[in-house]
């Protein structure tokens, strides 16, 4: 560690051992490399777990703070044979985390990470480096989570699509039929890595569903307004209608009317069933056979469709 351990806390030189420790506590519930991937939150958290380490000692804070050993635990130059003895192995100055053998910061990483290791009692930790041994502990991998768009159909009927992870491979997710707006597909063991034993976390995937030029849907009921001409309006028969399957024919009555609704039953998602809204559309241009036509059957066949609407009166 190099700087000032106070300042990687965050705090006064006056502070507190209970300060301290709060301290150090916050800093490794947001910027652990298990948790916080940014580069700079891992410099952070060795940081701070090295001035932790340091200054959880009241003695090696009070030698600190006399000028004797610098912020590395180590002696200061004019006491060069000390400096042999703290680099030798198993000297307790050496840099660590801050969490080997301090049972109170138990708490801390069961925050974290959620489980104990076994048979030690306290968090089996790793040593900066990744060195093995006992020092390491086994965690499960993060759970990540995604917004994942999902056009109408796949939706509707099923498929599958790909998606992009965060270390820049790629997945083949399978899209279940009748998947909704805002559902939300497990993906297991595809987050994230684990630690020692500890397996992978999952991927969440919550689908947001694109909207389909024709189709509207309602839980499993699909919507879809149907133009008909004047003439099957008039005289009736079968037209072709799409649904998510495919087309289909259409018996329409005689005399259908603009806003008739009929019904597909099973033509829906999952059994559900397709409504169909008609619509009568004019030719773009009447050309003057139809014209002449109206005008001769309007004199002897008019009728009035607005009059049951009540006025304002």
Known sequence: MAGDPYAALGVAKTASDA??????????????????PDPAAADRFKAAAAAYDLLKDPEQRRRFDAGEIDEG???RPQHRY???????????????YGFQGDPDLSSVFEDLFGHRAQGQGGYRARRPGGGGGEADFSMRGQDHRFQLEVDFMTAATGGKTRITLPDGGDLEVSIPRGAHDGQTIRLKGKGGPGYGKGGPGDA?????????????????????????SIDEAVLGGKVAVPTIDGTVNLTIPKGA??????????????GGDQQVEL??????RPDDELTAFMESWRKTHGYDPRAKMKTGA
Do not use: S, W
């Open 19 to 36: 300060d301290i420790k709060k301290a150090y506590r916050k800093i490794a519930k947001t910027d652990h490399p298990d948790l916080n």
């Open 73 to 75: 635990g180590q002696e």
């Open 82 to 96: 000390y400096r042999e003895h703290a680099e030798a192995a198993g000297n307790p100055y050496q840099q660590d």
């Open 204 to 228: 969440y995937l919550t689908l947001g569903i694109g909207q389909h030029p024709d189709f509207q849907r309602d839980g499993n009921d699909i919507f879809v307004t149907l133009p008909i």
């Open 257 to 270: 009317t603009t806003g008739q609704k009929l019904r597909l039953r099973g033509r829906g998602v999952d």
């Open 279 to 284: 619509k009568v559309v004019m030719p773009p």
